[in-house]
């Protein structure tokens, strides 16, 4: 289901609040959130919302953001997340994306992704992404709100072929499945900001939705068992 929580400019605490209520009444299993801002001064209407998703094993799929911000800077902040800023995760249902572009190697990080050793969980293809606009037009579009519909689709596929899998689980299989390198990589679109790609999010992956199902599979027929990572 489509829900309009947004509007043309930095969305209302209530209005996301209640979409993810809404949405989770109605029957959704896993929710794509490509929007967020630095500013929140009624976080907790979403955290409380966060926590009834999970309450009801609803998956929440969130863009990390287009600023090129490392988000394990308290200067920083991006909402919702998770942790509320403080250390460890108060719900494990959601899943923080970083945009990834098509070269592999040193610009393989999108340059307005934001990024995050503890605060953001994977990354996922967001740039040049061939997408629908208004008006029957397509068009190439870049931004974590592209990664991150990526990762829900990916997250669809587990739960619908593996529809016991709680929320929790089918994150930590998106999350371990994913395919890691030590590459090094410019972050922000600065080459002075490189690092190596396994310190910029929590996992250190790239999501990988053949590993992904595979990885399922075997969880489902108890063949492995999943790694709780709390921030």
Not at 13 to 28: L, Q, T
Request: glycine share 8%.
């Amino acid at each position: 289901m489509s829900v309009r929580a947004v509007p043309n400019g930095d969305e209302y605490d209530k209005d996301i609040a209640n979409a993810i209520r809404y949405a989770v009444d109605n029957g959704a299993k896993i929710i794509n959130c490509s929007f967020g801002k630095a500013f929140s001064p009624n976080a907790q209407w979403v955290y409380d919302a966060i926590q009834y998703a999970a309450s009801r094993d609803v998956l929440i799929v969130h863009a990390a953001g287009n600023d090129g911000n490392d988000l394990d800077n308290a200067e920083n902040p991006n909402y919702p997340n998770d942790h509320k800023y403080g250390g460890v995760e108060f719900a494990d249902n959601v899943i923080t994306v970083g945009a990834l572009t098509s070269s592999y190697g040193s610009e393989m990080v999108a340059s307005f992704s934001n990024y995050g050793k503890q605060n953001v969980d994977v990354f996922a293809p967001g740039d040049g992404i061939y997408s629908t606009l208004p008006n029957n037009e397509y068009d190439f579009q870049g931004g974590t709100s592209m990664a991150a519909p990526a990762v829900a689709g990916v997250a669809a596929l587990i739960r619908s072929y593996y529809p016991q899998l709680s929320a929790s689980q089918v994150k930590q299989v998106i999350i371990q499945s994913g395919l890691s390198t030590k590459a090094s990589v410019i972050v922000s679109g600065e080459p002075e900001n490189a690092t190596t790609f396994d310190k910029i999010s929590k996992s250190g992956k790239m999501v990988n939705a053949y590993n992904a199902l595979l990885f399922a599979d075997n969880i489902s027929k108890g063949k492995m068992t999943l790694t709780k990572n709390t921030k």
